[in-house]
C-alpha cells in the first residue's frame, strides 16, 4: 500500500472528483480511479459507492479516510521538521476562511508569507462556517478562519480580533445628510438585516433592543455582499463589520453614519482541530495572523480599525513548537459553550 495511494484516495474524498484529485497529483483520472481501486482490493472492501452520482462514501470507506487524513497529516509534517532543520521554512499549510474574513485579510497575508516565508505553499479556500469547521474536524485543512469562533470536544478556537461594527447606508438616503444620529433617528428606518438565524443577526437584534430600538426589516440575507446590495435596492440602512465596506465608503457608493453611541463588534478566531500537532508551515502561517495582519487602514485613518486580542499565541508556539496549539495556556482559548448544539445552530454564512 503505498503512501500516495492514500492521498490520491483523500483528495478524491476531499475535491468530491476524480478528475480534480487527479489534477492535484498530476495524472490522470484513470490513474486516480486506479489507485482508488488498488486500496479496495488491498483492504478486499468497497471504500466508494461509484453507482451514486456524486458518488458517496461507504462506512468503511469514511472510516478508512479519517484514519487516512491523520496518517498523511503526520507524515507530512515530520517530513516538513526533518528537511527544515537549519533550514528555511518549504512545507505547505492549508487554510479556509469565511468570504467576508477572507476577502478583507487573505491579500495581506499572502504578501507577508511571499515576504517571510517565499518557498512555503499555502493553500486556501473559502466557504460557509459549518464547511469549516466540518474540514478542520476532518484534518482536510489546519485551521479556519471565522466569526464568533466557538470551541468544541473537537474544536479548539483561538480570538483573533475585534471588528467595528459600522451603520452604513447609501450616498443618497435621508440620514446621510445628519451631521449625528441618534437612536432615536432609526426608529422610522428601514433596515437591511442578517438572516434570523445567524449569529450577527442575534447581536444586533440584542443591541437594538437594549437601546429601545424597533426597526422595519426590508429583507433578510444571509451573506454581506447581497445585504450591500439590498440597501441600495431598498434605500435602506444596515450593520455591517469596517473592513466589508471599506471599498464602497472610498468609492462613495456607501456612507458610514455618525454613530458616537454605536458599541457594535464582530469577533474573529482561528479555529484548530484539539491535540493535532500542526507543522512548522501551518505555525508560521498562524503566527503571522496572530501578530499582525489586518487589512490597510481606511483613507484619513491611522492604523487598523480593528482590535488584536490574541497575540500572547506566538511566544507559546515559539516557545514549544511541537506542543499542540490547543494545549498552549498562554493561547486565549475560547470555553466550550454550555450548548454545543445551539453553538452550532447560530454559526453564521452572513459573517
Same mark, same amino acid.
Given at each position: 500500500?503505498?503512501?500516495?495511494?492514500?492521498?490520491?484516495?483523500?483528495?478524491?474524498?476531499?475535491?468530491?472528483?476524480?478528475?480534480?484529485?487527479?489534477?492535484?497529483?498530476?495524472?490522470?483520472?484513470?490513474?486516480?480511479?486506479?489507485?482508488?481501486?488498488?486500496?479496495?482490493?488491498?483492504?478486499?472492501?468497497?471504500?466508494?459507492?461509484?453507482?451514486?452520482?456524486?458518488?458517496?462514501?461507504?462506512?468503511?470507506?469514511?472510516?478508512?479516510?479519517?484514519?487516512?487524513?491523520?496518517?498523511?497529516?503526520?507524515?507530512?509534517?515530520?517530513?516538513?521538521?526533518?528537511?527544515?532543520?537549519?533550514?528555511?521554512?518549504?512545507?505547505?499549510?492549508?487554510?479556509?476562511?469565511?468570504?467576508?474574513?477572507?476577502?478583507?485579510?487573505?491579500?495581506?497575508?499572502?504578501?507577508?508569507?511571499?515576504?517571510?516565508?517565499?518557498?512555503?505553499?499555502?493553500?486556501?479556500?473559502?466557504?460557509?462556517?459549518?464547511?469549516?469547521?466540518?474540514?478542520?474536524?476532518?484534518?482536510?485543512?489546519?485551521?479556519?478562519?471565522?466569526?464568533?469562533?466557538?470551541?468544541?470536544?473537537?474544536?479548539?478556537?483561538?480570538?483573533? !480580533?475585534?471588528?467595528?461594527?459600522?451603520? @452604513? /447606508?447609501? =450616498?443618497?438616503?435621508?440620514?446621510?445628510?445628519? *451631521?449625528?444620529?441618534?437612536? &432615536?433617528?432609526?426608529?422610522?428606518?428601514?433596515?437591511?438585516?442578517?438572516?434570523?438565524?445567524?449569529?450577527?443577526?442575534?447581536?444586533?437584534?440584542?443591541?437594538?433592543?437594549?437601546?429601545?430600538?424597533?426597526?422595519?426589516?426590508?429583507?433578510?440575507?444571509?451573506?454581506?455582499?447581497?445585504?450591500?446590495?439590498?440597501?441600495?435596492?431598498?434605500?435602506?440602512?444596515?450593520?455591517?463589520?469596517?473592513?466589508?465596506?471599506?471599498?464602497?465608503?472610498?468609492?462613495?457608493?456607501?456612507?458610514?453614519?455618525?454613530?458616537?453611541?454605536?458599541?457594535?463588534?464582530?469577533?474573529?478566531?482561528?479555529?484548530?482541530?484539539?491535540?493535532?500537532?500542526?507543522?512548522?508551515?501551518?505555525?508560521?502561517?498562524?503566527?503571522?495572523?496572530?501578530?499582525?495582519?489586518?487589512?490597510?487602514?481606511?483613507?484619513?485613518?491611522?492604523?487598523?480599525?480593528? !482590535?488584536?486580542?490574541?497575540?500572547?499565541? @506566538? /511566544?507559546? =508556539?515559539?516557545?514549544?513548537?511541537?506542543?499542540? *496549539?490547543?494545549?498552549?495556556? &498562554?493561547?486565549?482559548?475560547?470555553?466550550?459553550?454550555?450548548?454545543?448544539?445551539?453553538?452550532?445552530?447560530?454559526?453564521?454564512?452572513?459573517?
Amino acid at each position: 500500500m503505498h503512501l500516495r495511494n492514500l492521498k490520491v484516495f483523500c483528495d478524491v474524498v476531499g475535491r468530491h472528483s476524480f478528475s480534480k484529485a487527479a489534477a492535484d497529483n498530476d495524472m490522470t483520472q484513470s490513474g486516480a480511479s486506479q489507485a482508488v481501486q488498488q486500496l479496495e482490493e488491498h483492504l478486499q472492501v468497497q471504500l466508494i459507492d461509484r453507482s451514486k452520482r456524486p458518488f458517496l462514501l461507504t462506512a468503511e470507506g469514511s472510516a478508512f479516510h479519517a484514519g487516512c487524513v491523520q496518517i498523511l497529516r503526520q507524515f507530512e509534517t515530520l517530513t516538513e521538521e526533518v528537511r527544515a532543520i537549519g533550514n528555511e521554512m518549504t512545507g505547505r499549510a492549508s487554510m479556509a476562511a469565511i468570504y467576508s474574513v477572507g476577502l478583507s485579510y487573505l491579500p495581506e497575508l499572502q504578501r507577508a508569507i511571499k515576504t517571510r516565508h517565499p518557498k512555503a505553499e499555502v493553500r486556501y479556500q473559502f466557504a460557509h462556517p459549518d464547511e469549516i469547521y466540518r474540514l478542520v474536524e476532518q484534518g482536510m485543512v489546519d485551521f479556519g478562519l471565522v466569526s464568533y469562533p466557538q470551541s468544541s470536544k473537537t474544536i479548539a478556537a483561538t480570538e483573533w !480580533r475585534e471588528e467595528t461594527m459600522w451603520l @452604513v /447606508a447609501p =450616498q443618497e438616503h435621508p440620514l446621510a445628510a445628519k *451631521a449625528e444620529i441618534q437612536p &432615536a433617528d432609526l426608529a422610522s428606518e428601514t433596515l437591511v438585516a442578517f438572516a434570523p438565524n445567524l449569529r450577527i443577526r442575534h447581536e444586533i437584534d440584542r443591541y437594538l433592543r437594549q437601546l429601545g430600538i424597533t426597526m422595519q426589516v426590508a429583507a433578510e440575507l444571509d451573506n454581506i455582499d447581497s445585504v450591500k446590495h439590498a440597501m441600495e435596492v431598498h434605500s435602506a440602512v444596515s450593520f455591517l463589520p469596517e473592513p466589508t465596506v471599506r471599498e464602497e465608503i472610498r468609492a462613495g457608493t456607501v456612507l458610514a453614519l455618525n454613530c458616537p453611541w454605536l458599541q457594535l463588534s464582530r469577533p474573529l478566531g482561528l479555529i484548530q482541530r484539539k491535540n493535532c500537532m500542526l507543522g512548522r508551515t501551518a505555525r508560521g502561517v498562524m503566527e503571522l495572523i496572530l501578530a499582525n495582519v489586518h487589512p490597510p487602514p481606511a483613507e484619513g485613518q491611522e492604523g487598523s480599525p480593528t !482590535r488584536p486580542v490574541a497575540k500572547d499565541a @506566538v /511566544a507559546a =508556539q515559539n516557545a514549544n513548537p511541537h506542543m499542540p *496549539a490547543s494545549t498552549s495556556h &498562554a493561547r486565549r482559548v475560547l470555553a466550550t459553550p454550555a450548548s454545543e448544539r445551539h453553538a452550532r445552530q447560530t454559526r453564521h454564512s452572513a459573517s
